[in-house]
Each structure stands twice: as structure tokens, then as C-alpha cells.
């Protein structure tokens, strides 16, 4: 049973678009939620954390609904440096681990 | 610069040698991190070490030894490794286990086993 799933995309947007992502969770006790970015051949880095009441970071807005059990990434006036593949993970809940699903690959075209 | 650095970056090698990755992270962090990504896999936690002791093994193989010295170093010895075991291996390390703080990546090691 997959715990933290994406549609894996891709996601091939013009240049100034708005582009959203949803991930949804399995575990209805997770507590935290971090979406990171991962560009080709290189590891994942953090973009945000997922707090209950959300979170923005310029052009980046992350959500958080419990009751349905998805996180969701907004990402306005796309770029083509967005363009890389962003991966949502879950945690807590008395797990050691976060728990991350196989990612969303963006492409945007200038 | 990165708080958590793995070496080496790429690594060949035959399904009878010994190797070994390093991760070292710079943060103060008390838990570490291996984690397996192969092409179209979400990533796979293999172990977790918090405080040097190892809390998690995930199922995985023997011919994959961690070891794990001091809170800032961690080691993942490969022996006998099969051309399926070909991925990047990253290493991670977070200030609390439980996954309520956000894990922060090495570069990683991409691995093939020929």
C-alpha cells in the first residue's frame, strides 16, 4: 500500500503559468509534511515546510488538508528554473522516517 | 556548501569487491540516514541511526553494512552487491528522529555494480 502518493507528471507548463500539486497520505497521523525539490542527478532539498494553517514562500504556497489527507504545492508565475522534479514527504506520527512519495516532474517551457 | 557531505560522488564497481560510502553531516543533528532511489522508485529508507545507535533497518540485504561511529559520521560498507543494487545513495540527516523535523540530503553517491 503506497502512503504518500503524486502524480508523477510530468507537468510540461508555458513560462508565467500557475501550476499546483497534490500528494496525498494514507497515515491519518502524520504530523508533518515537507515538499523538496530535486533537480536530475542531484539530491533532494528542502523547499517547505507544511504547516497546519499553510505556507508561503514568495511564489511558492503549500497546504495542508487533514480531513481529506493531501498537501498541495501552488507554484505562480512559473519559471523555467522551477523546472525539476518535487517530491512531498510525510512524517511523525511514531515513525522513525519521512515517508516520501516518488515525486512530480515539472517542466516549464520558456 | 552543504551541511551533509558524501563521498564519493560516483562509484563502479564489480560484484565481487568491497567499498565503502561515507556521509558526514556538519549540522548537530543526532539522527542519520541511508536512503536507496532508483529510476521511477520513491526513495527507500535503508537505516536510521539516532545518536549512534541504530534504531530502523528496513529489510534491507546483508551485502549492505552500516556503520555508524559518532553522531556526525555514518558509513555504508557494500559487499558482493548484485547490478540491481545500481542507484543513488543518499544519506540524510535531521535534528530528532519521528520525521517531524525536515531531513537534509548529502550530494549523494550514484552507484553502478557491474
Known amino acids: 500500500r503506497k502512503e504518500v502518493e503524486q502524480d508523477p507528471g510530468p507537468f510540461n507548463v508555458p513560462e508565467g503559468a500557475t501550476v499546483a500539486f497534490n500528494c496525498t497520505y494514507s497515515n491519518s497521523a502524520s504530523q508533518s509534511f515537507f515538499w523538496y525539490r530535486q533537480d536530475c542527478r542531484k539530491e533532494p532539498k528542502l523547499l517547505m515546510s507544511?504547516?497546519?494553517s499553510g505556507n508561503e514562500d514568495g511564489r511558492f504556497t503549500a497546504q495542508l488538508n487533514k480531513a481529506s489527507q493531501y498537501v498541495s504545492l501552488l507554484i505562480r508565475d512559473s519559471q523555467p528554473s522551477d523546472s525539476a522534479t518535487y517530491l512531498c514527504a510525510s512524517g511523525g506520527a511514531g515513525s522513525y522516517q519521512l515517508t516520501f512519495g516518488k515525486g512530480t516532474k515539472l517542466s516549464v517551457i520558456p | 556548501e552543504t551541511g551533509v557531505t558524501q563521498t564519493p560522488r560516483h562509484l563502479v564497481m564489480g560484484m565481487t569487491n568491497k567499498k565503502s560510502l561515507k556521509c558526514e553531516q556538519h549540522l548537530g543533528h543526532n539522527a542519520m540516514y541511508w536512503y536507496k532511489q532508483s529510476a521511477k522508485k520513491p526513495l527507500e529508507l535503508m537505516f536510521v541511526?539516532?545518536?549512534?545507535?541504530?534504531?530502523e533497518n528496513n529489510s534491507v540485504p546483508s551485502r549492505f553494512s552500516p556503520e555508524c561511529p559518532n553522531s556526525s559520521h555514518l558509513f555504508l560498507h557494500l559487499h558482493t552487491l548484485q547490478p540491481e543494487d545500481s542507484a543513488l545513495y543518499l544519506c540524510?540527516?535531521?535534528?530528532?528522529?519521528?520525521?517531524?523535523?525536515?531531513?537534509?540530503f548529502g550530494q549523494g553517491t550514484r552507484l553502478t555494480v557491474v
Open positions: 540524510a540527516s535531521s535534528q530528532d528522529l519521528g520525521g517531524n523535523s525536515e531531513a537534509f
Open positions: 507544511v504547516y497546519s
Open positions: 541511526y539516532s545518536l549512534e545507535e541504530r534504531v
